[in-house]
């Protein structure tokens, strides 16, 4: 059974940093790439970046050079600092496993609320 527990989300102003953290259990992390996505209010969830098992990860445009990856392989963990946050990066922050045109598993969500 896989599973996928997020924590580290919270509320901050604008310019402010998080880190989420995501522990997987119930895949191969060798060949089950693990990542994040984000749902805001009346929108449709979307990628925000995913890792690969060598540690080379991949963001989307819209968090490029603000929000950091990294993957801790032998606890199967995943983390994502967030750093200068803006208000459009409110949204439920989901942690995905098995990435190819999107995560087939997603966890249960942590809320990021950004405040100008």
């Known amino acids: 059974q896989v599973q996928l527990v997020e924590s580290g989300g919270g509320s901050v102003q604008a310019g402010g940093s998080l880190k989420l953290s995501c522990v997987a259990s119930g895949v191969d992390v060798r060949n089950c790439r693990l990542g994040w996505g984000r749902q805001a209010p009346g929108k449709e969830r979307e990628f925000v970046s995913v890792?690969?098992?060598?540690?080379?990860?991949r963001y989307a445009a819209s968090v490029e050079g603000r929000f950091t990856m990294s993957f801790i392989y032998d606890k199967k963990t995943v983390y994502l600092q967030m750093n200068n946050l803006r208000p459009e990066d409110t949204a439920v922050y989901y942690c995905g496993a098995c990435y190819r045109d999107d995560f087939l598993y997603w966890g249960q969500g942590t809320q990021v609320t950004v405040s100008s």
């Open positions: 890792v690969s098992v060598d540690g080379t990860a």
